[in-house]
Structure formats: C-alpha cells, structure tokens
C-alpha cells in the first residue's frame, strides 16, 4: 500500500525526518509515537500526500470551518463525491441521506450535541470529534489521525479509537497513550529526532520499553549531533 524510502525532509536547517525507510501493507493498524518535534506529524503528513486518493487524513490542525455547523463540517467529507449542484443545494437544505448517516456518525462519535450547532460553539473534543466524523464521512479505506483524540477523556478515548479502527481497512494514527498503542495496534513505530528507533509488531513491546524509548528521547533532547543517538535498542 506504501512504500517510503530514504526519506528526509527539512525545515531550513531543521531536519524534522531523516532517512526513513517505511513500508505499510492494506490491512495494517499502525501506531505512531515518539516525543514532541520527533517528526510524527510531519511523517504522516507525508504518508497522506503518497495515499492522496485512498485516504482521510485528520490532521491537528482539523480545518473546521468556524461558521458552519457540524453536520456541514462532516459533510465536507462527501464533497468529492456529489456534484457540485447537489453540495449547494445541500447547503441552505440538506438532504435526507446525508443528514441520516451523518446523524449516524454523529452518534457513534457520541457527539450528542444538535447538528446544527456552529462549529465556533463546540468544546475542544466536540471539535476532534467533528474533524473525525469528517474523515470517515469520507468514506476511504485508510484512515490517517494526529492525535485525533487527544481532548478526550482516556475512556471515550479508548471507546472512539476502537471505533475508527473498526471503520477503516487501515489506519496510521500518532498517539501519547503508549497502552492503547499496544492494546490496539498491530504495529508501533516510534520516531526520535526525525529517525525511525521503532518499527515493530505491538506484541513483542511492552510499557516497560516504551516508557524507556519515551525516556531516552527526553535524554538525548539536548544532543546536537545526531551520530550520538545511532545504537538505539530497536532500529539502526
Ligand atoms: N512548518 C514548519 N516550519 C518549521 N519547522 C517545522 C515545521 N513543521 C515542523 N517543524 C519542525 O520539525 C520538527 C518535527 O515536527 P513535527 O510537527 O513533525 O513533530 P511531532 O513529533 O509531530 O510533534 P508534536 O508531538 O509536538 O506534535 C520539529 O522540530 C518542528 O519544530
């Protein structure tokens, strides 16, 4: 499905990825992690612009737009495939299919606020959630999100990851929560200063040695020079 090779990208001097080499297979479920500025947003940033077409991308910055309301911000999801006539109409009156699947999305993102409550109203994890209903209204096979849960309380959390996982054939999710990364991902990567040190199936990781990845990135934060960090336990 992917296939990434020697990969580097820069910000001015700043090198936020550096030589990654990452093959993803249809089916998986990956999780991504590392510490703040690893370079995970900018990697599956990267990841979507390879799947363009075949994925819903939800990205921290989610792109809501503020005036609209939530059923309309979810619609946008299925923009690209109705005709532009049908997406006006829609506007000033929706139509019946798309305000019941998206009542559907709704509920099962448990966003019991009315549809039609502007965007510019909703709390922080009402907003994720929006962004989401947006991904899947999409309706793609991939499902890429940068931590697309994070102002959610750890059991509604827990609850909407497994519910993203259920929809999409495939997801690549950025994640902080190391234990939902291991309960429900196949596969973790784990980014440290731009370089891949994790690229492994869940079961064979524990808490323990990613408590250790976690604490080791912290302790190399402040090395300059990046041939200090080669030796990691996990990747070369
Ligand atoms: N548009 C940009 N311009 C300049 N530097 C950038 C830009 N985007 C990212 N960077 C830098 O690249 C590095 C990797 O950033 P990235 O956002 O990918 O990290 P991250 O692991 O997703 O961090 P976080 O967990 O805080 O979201 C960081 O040092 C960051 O400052």
């Not at 990781?205 to 990691?232: H, R, T």
């Amino acid at each position: 499905m992917l296939n990434i090779s020697d990969f580097s990208l820069s910000f001015g001097d700043k090198k936020a990825l550096n030589s990654i080499d990452l093959s993803i297979t249809a089916g998986e479920k990956v999780a991504v992690i590392g510490s703040s500025g690893s370079g995970k947003s900018t990697l599956i940033s990267h990841i979507n612009t390879q799947l363009h077409g075949s994925a819903a991308y939800c990205s921290q910055q989610q792109g809501l737009v503020e005036s609209l309301s939530i059923f309309h911000n979810i619609y946008m999801g299925a923009l690209g495939r109705n005709s532009a006539l049908y997406n006006l109409l829609n506007l000033p009156f929706p139509f019946k299919k798309p305000l019941e699947e998206i009542a559907i999305i709704a509920q099962d993102l448990e966003l019991d606020c009315p549809l039609s409550q502007p965007v510019s109203k909703l709390s922080g994890g009402q907003r994720q959630r929006t962004a989401v209903g947006r991904a899947i209204y999409q309706k793609m096979p991939v499902f890429i999100g940068d931590e697309p849960f994070s102002a959610l309380d750890p059991l509604m959390s827990k609850r909407l990851i497994k519910y993203v996982l259920q929809q999409h054939e495939s997801v690549i999710m950025v994640l902080h929560d190391m234990s939902m990364a291991l309960q429900y991902f196949d596969r973790v990567i784990g980014l440290r200063n731009g370089k891949k040190h994790i690229d492994t199936k869940a079961s064979s990781l524990s808490i323990e040695m990613l408590q250790d990845f976690y604490q080791d990135s912290m302790n190399q934060e402040f090395v300059v020079n990046d041939s200090a960090i080669v030796g990691s336990a996990f990747c070369d």
